[in-house]
């Protein structure tokens, strides 16, 4: 049984998301769910050989990018993205047996949970002062060991702890999504499906035109880039790298070629992986048959083309 790792303690919608790539048959059979207290600590686990794969969140409807999760995949050897499943996310609070709404003082939160009920929090407990945890379960743990008197949560967390549910599917945005990937040491990307997702990490040398160059190969090839996101490398100031996500698959020819053209000219390109999207979003890349119809046909000295 492979251990499979994710962003915990137990409770959290990141074992949720886990829990939903097994029902669709992503693993072989029964994995183990291994809880790790990161985001960076469940990949480490999968690059110390301790975990199969880890599970992680990614990207948030609301808040947009999961930073521990980028900044973990960009440096350290490569790993490499298969699957991904989104989870629609509304939080519930839980407190403290015997306690009512109005009288919480003190409100444990994961900070991106807290930014996604900020609003709701602040009309109907204004009084609350918001108490930081390491993720959503640990918020409802954070209520066990006597650190605050409530906490921004999930229900699977509460009903572990035995907590009361003091409100139900909050959430400053209706239908809020938050994706999350799947990630396992380097192996060939799955299958292409027509409905896939490409993620890469670039660094680009610091010059004049180097990101409209590094962009000009997605767009002459008809490729649409879906998440253009930049974070600092952390060795000095103004030094950036660039995430991009792009419709289509490494098997499609002209994702290929901007790939191959991005080697020869970045600083360093990381591949994160090809995989089918749980959506599709975007305009997949042009097809090939054509040209290489053409191509074919202009090698073998064919007339009138």
Known sequence: MPCIAYFGPSGTFTEMALAKLESTGVFDGPVERVP?????????????????????????????????????????????????????????????PGIELDEVRRIAAYPVAAAQVRMWLAVTMPLAQLYTS????????????????????????????????????VA?????????????????????????RTSIVLELANEPGSLMRAFAEFATRG???TRIESRPTRTGMGTYRFYLDCVGHIDDAAVAEALK??????????????????????????????????????KKGVADL
């Not at 790790?36 to 050989?49: D, F, H, I, K, N």
């Not at 400053?172 to 896939?196: H, I, K, N, S």
């Not at 042009?286 to 119809?293: K, N, R, V």
């Open 36 to 96: 790790a207290p990161s985001q960076g600590a469940a990949v480490e686990l999968v690059r110390a050989g301790q975990a199969a794969g880890a599970v992680v969140p990614i990207e948030s409807s609301v808040e947009g990018s999961i930073a521990p999760t980028l900044d973990a995949l960009a440096v350290g050897p490569r790993l490499q993205i298969i699957a991904e499943t989104d989870l629609d996310v509304a939080f519930t609070i839980v407190g403290r």
């Open 134 to 169: 390491a993720s959503n379960a640990a918020a409802a743990e954070d209520v066990v060991a006597g650190h605050a008197d409530a906490a921004v949560s999930t229900a699977l967390a509460g009903a572990r702890l035995g907590l009361t549910t003091l409100a139900d599917g």
């Open 172 to 196: 400053d945005v209706d239908q809020a999504v938050t994706r999350f990937v799947l990630v396992t040491a380097p192996r060939p990307a799955p299958p292409r499906t027509g409905t896939d």
């Open 223 to 225: 490729i649409d880039l």
């Open 261 to 298: 053209a991005l080697h020869r000219t970045a600083a360093r390109i990381r591949f994160l992986g090809s995989w089918p999207a749980t959506a599709a979003t975007g305009t997949p890349p042009p097809p090939d048959a054509p040209g290489a119809a053409w191509l074919a046909d202009l």
